[in-house]
């Protein structure tokens, strides 16, 4: 039942952008009264190969566009009229080109209807955000529930904290909110400083003038973190908790032979036997069990922790949720962009960092929670946004630089080469879709 779960999940929120993601496209094209011959959510052929296996599980016309859903759940699109793409060859476009014709009208409008499907993902992951703001609000955690200090990290240590060091003040003043410690006041400020209590007496710790630079040299940020008490939130599935029979509500008090009553010291016995077959020492109910973990070579074991800290909320009103939550909704773009860069620099694996259909649905989870259903549909949108921006061949990308040359240089590259071009990024994305979905398997079968 939980893999029907994880994959209704998935088909609905990957159904409602992709919907939303060639309405934008549909919107656009009819404003600029260009001519679509089809709407379809998932594709009626075998992608990407438009002449194969051809049909519908519904479909019906309305005009001049056929609107319908698809048998081949990997995306959907809209066939606009004298626009090369993976529905159309340079063959299909040999006549004159028409008034309500892609490819008769000016480079700029051109431009809009290639970015309105972006657009209204954007749009979309920023409301949802909103709205989730604005219902649930935002939980923070209050600075009087760090009762039992903070750990540091290799640089925290380094400017002089310690484990269990109870910061009481920062830049001289009490504070109420703990991410107040990582604001950059304190961090790129002149003279900024904490005061810790440290075995009863009180300890100004100074943070040094290049203090973000050497963050942003090493990563390590956060570079202190809550000492808390936690519990087994939500386990990915296939993975090492999962495997060992770790469960939800669990609480790990050792892992080979280590304390790990607090969440930073479970992280560093973990990073300690990463690949290595280890006992964990396992409080569940009243009972206490010895399981056996493989933990993976990231030093992870594959589940979300709750913290057994009590967490607090800040309400907003519905206009106050709109900057919070499309500061939240790029933040995604953020995250995606500083993944990217980890990869292409050679410090993270695509193969860790990348994830297809499978990754997809294991996120959303087995149990339908409408928070977490919206919160990764959210994402996903954004995600979306940035992956079909990215300049290749056959994404919405692809088309923008091909534009922007042709709006820049006063011509537009032949048809012959944007077929051409079309098929190079098939290939790309092609290659990825087949790396992604083997990645996910061999994932969930070691």
């Given at each position: 039942m939980e893999i029907v779960i994880m994959a209704g999940q998935m088909l609905l929120g990957l159904s409602i952008l992709v919907g939303l993601h060639e309405f934008g496209h549909f919107a656009a094209a009819k404003y600029f009264k260009i001519r679509v011959d089809k709407f379809y959510i998932f594709f009626d052929f075998l992608f990407p190969m438009p002449g194969v296996m051809n049909f519908a599980l519904l479909k019906k016309?309305?005009?001049?566009?056929?609107y319908g859903l698809g048998w081949f759940p990997l995306g959907g699109y809209v066939a606009i009229h004298g626009m090369i793409d993976e529905t159309t060859d340079a063959d299909q476009l040999s006549a004159e080109p028409q008034p309500n014709e892609f490819r008769s009208k000016p480079a700029w409008q051109r431009l809009i209807v290639m970015l309105g499907g972006i657009i209204m993902n954007v749009i979309t992951g920023i409301v949802i955000f909103s709205l989730l703001t604005f219902k649930y609000g935002e939980e923070y955690l209050p600075a009087s529930e760090v009762k039992y200090g903070v750990q540091p990290n290799e640089l925290g240590q380094k400017i002089g904290f310690r484990t269990g060091d109870k910061i009481v003040k920062i830049n001289g003043r009490p504070f109420t909110e703990f991410d107040d410690?990582?604001?950059?006041?304190?961090?790129?400020?002149q003279n900024g400083y904490y005061t810790v209590e440290r075995n009863g007496q009180l300890?100004?710790?100074r943070v040094p003038v290049d203090f973000m630079d050497q963050l942003s040299d090493k990563n390590q940020t956060p570079f202190v973190l809550p000492l808390n008490p936690f519990e087994v939130g939500q386990i990915s599935s296939g993975s090492p908790a999962a495997k060992a029979g770790v469960q939800v509500g669990d609480q790990i008090l050792k892992v080979g032979g280590q304390d790990t009553r607090f969440f930073p010291q479970l992280q560093a016995a973990l990073k300690a036997n990463a690949g290595k077959a280890t006992p964990l020492l396992v409080k569940r109910g009243a009972e206490t069990l010895t399981l056996t973990a493989t933990i993976d070579e990231d030093g992870k074991l594959g589940f979300m922790p709750?913290?057994?800290l009590r967490s607090a909320t800040r309400t907003y009103g519905l206009a106050e949720s709109v900057p919070v939550g499309t500061k939240k909704a790029f933040g995604v773009i953020t995250t995606q962009l500083t993944a990217f860069g980890k990869i292409f620099?050679?410090?993270?694996?695509?193969?860790?960092?990348l994830g297809g259909p499978m990754a997809i649905a294991q996120q959303y989870g087995g149990q339908w929670d409408w928070e977490h259903?919206?919160?990764?549909?959210?994402m996903l949108s954004m995600v979306l946004?940035?992956?079909n921006l990215l300049p290749i061949p056959a994404l919405d990308g692809g088309h923008v630089i091909f534009l922007l040359y042709e709006m820049i240089a006063g011509r537009k590259p032949s048809d012959s080469f944007l077929e051409n071009a079309q098929k190079v990024g098939m290939v790309l994305i092609l290659g990825l879709?087949?790396?992604?979905?083997?990645?996910?398997?061999?994932?969930a079968i070691f």
């Open positions: 016309k309305i005009g001049e566009t056929e410690v990582y604001k950059p006041d304190v961090l790129i400020g300890v100004d710790i709750k913290s057994l620099r050679g410090e993270a694996s695509a193969r860790k960092s259903f919206w919160l990764l549909t959210g946004a940035f992956m879709m087949v790396f992604v979905i083997f990645n996910d398997a061999i994932k």
